[in-house]
């Protein structure tokens, strides 16, 4: 079967699984710890990064977008909208609420891997603006939801989560409309809303 090697609070990782859960396409999920650089993981994806598939034949594909597209070319479509149009909003959703969780995980690492007397405060408040900019652009004008999801919502969903996870009170104050999202998300996909980390 194919594997998916993840860690419980990535949300890229949460994104794929998520993902490949709506298509119906299974994965096995292997939890991988990438700060101990496994054997599985380097020999799967020289970067060390997750997640990453292993297909059946040993084959690895990694970074979460070309997972994605991978697993919606797998299903038929299953992922993305066919209409070109409707297609672009849901890859561009998917961009900015990964580009989200890349400033969300430079805050965290830039407290996680430097001591005290080292942290570049003006570098977080670098990246914390560029969260909050997201963020209120997405609750100035959340996506539509209803049962029929696609990628962008996927990512969103995981994107949220993992900033509640981080940033729990942080994010949160101002954006009701985001937090409702979030909520009917949950409340629409709790299949899904189950690999959200928490």
């Not at 994965?27 to 059946?56: C, F, M, Q, R, Y």
């Not at 038929?76 to 969300?104: H, M, T, W, Y």
């Not at 430097?114 to 900019?133: N, S, T, Y």
């Not at 004008?141 to 049962?147: T, W």
Request: aromatic share 8%; glycine share 6%.
């Amino acid at each position: 079967m194919t594997k998916v090697l993840y860690s419980p609070a990535s949300p890229y990782s949460t994104k794929v699984r998520m993902a490949a859960l709506y298509a119906g396409v299974p994965v096995e999920s292997v939890l991988v710890d990438s700060n101990a650089e496994p054997a599985e993981l380097i020999n799967a994806n020289p970067l060390g990064k997750i997640p990453t598939l292993i297909l059946d034949d040993g084959k690895a594909i990694f970074d979460s977008r070309v997972i994605t597209q991978y697993l919606n070319r797998l299903s038929g479509n299953k992922i993305f909208p066919r209409n070109a149009e409707k297609r672009l909003e849901a890859e561009q959703l998917e961009s900015i609420a990964d580009g989200l969780c890349d400033v969300l995980l430079a805050h965290v690492y830039e407290r996680r891997f430097h001591p005290e007397e080292k942290i570049h405060q003006p570098w977080l408040d670098r990246q914390w603006g560029k969260a909050l900019r997201v963020l209120d652009q997405l609750n100035a004008a959340p996506p539509r939801l209803n049962k029929k999801i696609h990628g962008g919502h996927i990512a969103l969903a995981a994107a949220l989560a993992y900033a509640s996870l981080r940033f729990e009170g942080k994010w949160e104050k101002g954006r009701s409309k985001l937090k409702r999202w979030q909520k009917r998300f949950e409340e629409l996909h709790p299949e899904l809303a189950a690999l959200l980390p928490k």
